[in-house]
């Protein structure tokens, strides 16, 4: 019995031991990925949002060039950009553009959000970031399609088919979201228990940011145009007040010089795939006119070639016709497609366009002219092309011109001056300047008007509204 009693014992203690030495040596953390930390610090999770936003949405491949096609600044050449550029766009191709809004960035910006909003990490100006690119995100992702899903989106399996909301509501929600940011932004910086750090795009100037949602908010107030008339421009005017004063308030996202994962989207793009070239609009419009900014858009051929019965040295700056696909033209030139060419989300170059729209439809033609020629003066420098001289005699020709050639002056240079941007695109679609022939090649006969709702909506979410083509128009393009 007692040697029973003692082996009994002894097990016990070696029994003991071994989970002491368990806890001694073997890691906790063994099956923790530090990858996928469970809790991103807001000075982390911030960044990452702004990068997600500018690379995948405001210059996506998916999205942006496919629209450049379509409002001809660019010219697809071969395999799926020449048949985006003939209309061919279906349900698959925008799946992408969808993933990257609903799983990627407006999801982890919801998550700053809530990181800003408790108590224990609060900060107002984190929060007014987060609010401002939903915002934005919100404002590409219902000019795409329309009605989006958004009050029961962004819960993850908690609500796995969310309701459409109108595209209506969807822009009293933009214009509150900037509203909501406008205030954070307000309080003082002492306000913040945790100083905004991380910033790429302002680096944490909370004025800047309060420039760029007055800005926001003008642009998406003149996207009414069509629904609200006269109060669409005097709603712009009153926020473009308080908008940017110059380039230095520009809402750009910088990309490494030297780094291909954090290059610019138009740069990879075309490093990997390259199926896109300047279209010969575009660089007949700025050869014409001798205009400065065409080796910023453009870049020279390397051999000599042919386009429409014309022989072009190489050098030149040619671009390819919608209905010739050229694969020796011109490409993307290094203001917008160089390794470290910025992502404009929004500039005062678009700034100064807005307000000369908005000064002529409000009867005011000495205004819209001093703000046209700002207009064009800030395009040049922000891409570092100012030329004084041709400035003075562009400014001679705006005001030597006036009624409805006024007005197409305006939209024309801004979508010169807004080259490779959502914007060009939206300007088309409200007022329909410039005025463009629709490629003769494609299997429709009008340019799109939208994107499809991508086929994982259609499949998994019996809200998506159904039988919707290209060429029906979204609420606010009547």
């Known amino acids: 019995m007692k040697q029973n009693i003692i082996t009994k014992f002894g097990l016990f203690i070696l029994i003991a031991l071994a ?3 368990c806890n001694k040596w073997i890691d906790t953390g063994i099956n ?7 809790d991103v610090p807001m000075n982390l999770l911030l960044p990452s949002v702004e990068a997600r936003f500018a690379f995948t949405l405001v210059e996506g491949n998916d999205g942006l060039r496919t629209l450049t096609l379509w409002d001809q600044q660019m010219t697809g050449i071969a395999r799926q950009s020449q048949a985006e550029g003939a209309y061919s766009f279906r349900s698959g191709d925008a799946n992408n553009n969808w993933g990257a809004l609903y799983g990627g960035f ?3 910006a919801k998550k700053l959000m809530e990181k800003a909003q408790d108590p224990v990490s609060a900060s107002p100006y984190y929060e007014g970031a987060a609010k401002v690119i939903t915002a934005a995100g919100l404002g590409y992702a219902s000019d795409l399609w329309g009605d989006i899903p958004y009050s029961e989106a962004l819960q993850g399996s908690d609500n796995l088919t969310p309701k459409f909301d109108s595209q209506e509501s969807i822009y009293a929600a933009i214009q509150s979201l900037l509203d909501d940011a406008i205030t954070l932004f307000s309080q003082p910086a002492s306000a913040n228990i945790f100083p905004m750090e991380g910033d790429i795009i302002y680096n944490g100037d909370a004025a800047k940011w309060i420039k760029a949602c007055y800005a926001l908010k003008a642009r998406y107030a003149l996207h009414l145009s069509k629904v609200n008339g006269a109060s669409a421009y005097t709603t712009a005017l009153a926020d473009i007040s308080k908008a940017m004063t110059s380039n230095d308030d520009n809402m750009n996202y910088a990309y490494s010089s030297t780094s291909n994962d954090n290059g610019n989207p138009l740069f990879l793009f075309m490093s990997d795939r390259g199926d896109i070239r300047v279209s010969y609009r575009l660089v007949n419009i700025l050869s014409q006119d001798n205009d400065p900014r065409l080796p910023a858009f453009a870049a020279p051929i390397d051999a000599g070639i042919t386009v429409k019965g ?3 040295p190489a050098g030149s700056y040619v671009g390819a016709p919608i ?25 005062y170059a678009e700034v100064k366009f807005m307000e000369a729209e908005c000064k002529y439809q409000t009867g005011d033609e ?15 420098n922000q891409y570092g092309v100012f030329d004084q001289t041709w400035f003075d005699a562009k400014s001679a020709e705006v005001d030597a011109t006036s009624g409805t050639d006024l007005f197409k002056l305006i939209m024309n240079q801004k979508w010169v001056a807004l080259t490779y941007s959502f914007e060009a695109y939206n300007d088309w679609r409200r007022t329909g300047e410039p005025e463009l022939t629709p490629n003769p090649l494609a299997s429709g006969k009008e340019i799109p008007r939208r994107f499809p709702y991508p086929t994982d909506a259609l499949t998994y979410n019996p809200n998506t509204p159904q039988n919707v083509t290209i060429w029906d128009h979204i609420w606010w393009d009547k």
């Open 366 to 380: 000495p205004g819209a002219k001093s703000a046209l020629k700002a207009g064009i003066a800030a395009s040049l």
């Open 106 to 108: 407006l999801m982890d």
């Open 323 to 347: 209905d010739q696909p050229t694969d020796g033209a011109s490409a993307p030139g290094p203001g917008i497609a160089s390794r470290n060419s910025p992502t404009t989300i929004i500039s």
């Open 310 to 312: 014309v022989d072009y």
């Open 32 to 38: 923790v990925d530090p990858d996928s930390p469970a």
């Open 19 to 21: 989970f002491t030495s």
